[in-house]
């Protein structure tokens, strides 16, 4: 499925300006990622599946709208954590599991080292993890989280290269991959040009 990403959004741009500034500190540099995960929640949010429901207000019973299924946010260690507050403001209801997946800087492949995650048959996830380089830790998390029959599975970065997305699409073209950008290339160490840098570094200021 194409990548869909968030380009034109004025305000995210902004917020992303400041995320790539090497002169932003760290607290700022997390209090930014945490507004843009709020803003990705709410764009994201909005195709959601409901059901019809009824509420009563002060005046009446009237017609609304709920979660069809269950939503489980699944964030990439260490950088994805970055992103979690934001989501689960809009989504406080959301179960969170955790995924830990580092590159290998030699042979820029993934390394597995953790998991855990609650049931996930039948539920939504959105995975998260600023961001999306090679592609390779992503593919690997979704191949797990997979195994475990989500109903659906979404992907969700800040910052993704052509070629990291390019693989996603390739090897799950059954997830829904989003971003808030979309940058030039990779280098040759696989990092993301123009980039912002180490997410994971800068976000817990190591």
Not at 54 to 81: C, D, H
Request: glycine content about 8%; overall charge positive.
């Amino acid at each position: 499925m194409k990548a869909k990403n968030f380009s034109e959004h004025a305000l995210l741009q902004t917020k992303i300006a400041v995320l790539r500034d090497k002169k932003t500190p760290s607290p700022l540099f997390a209090k930014t990622l945490n507004e843009i995960s709020v803003i990705l929640c709410a764009l994201i949010g909005a195709e959601i599946d409901t059901v019809k429901t009824t509420v009563i207000t002060p005046l009446m019973r009237t017609g609304a709208l709920k979660q069809k299924r269950p939503v489980v946010f699944v964030p990439i260690l260490r950088a994805g954590l970055g992103m979690l507050d934001g989501f689960l403001s809009l989504m406080p209801g959301a179960a969170v599991g955790h995924v830990g997946v580092e590159r290998d800087h030699a042979t820029l492949k993934p390394r597995f080292y953790y998991y855990k995650t609650p049931p996930l048959k039948g539920a939504d996830v959105w995975v998260l993890d600023p961001m999306l380089a090679t592609g390779g830790s992503l593919d690997f998390a979704l191949a797990k989280l997979k195994a475990h029959m989500p109903h659906a599975l979404r992907a969700v970065s800040v910052i993704a290269s052509p070629e990291g997305i390019a693989h996603v699409e390739k090897e799950h073209p059954d997830v829904k991959l989003y971003t808030a950008v979309v940058d030039n290339k990779l280098n040759a160490k696989g990092y993301i040009m123009p980039g912002l840098g180490d997410a994971g570094d800068r976000y817990f200021n190591t």
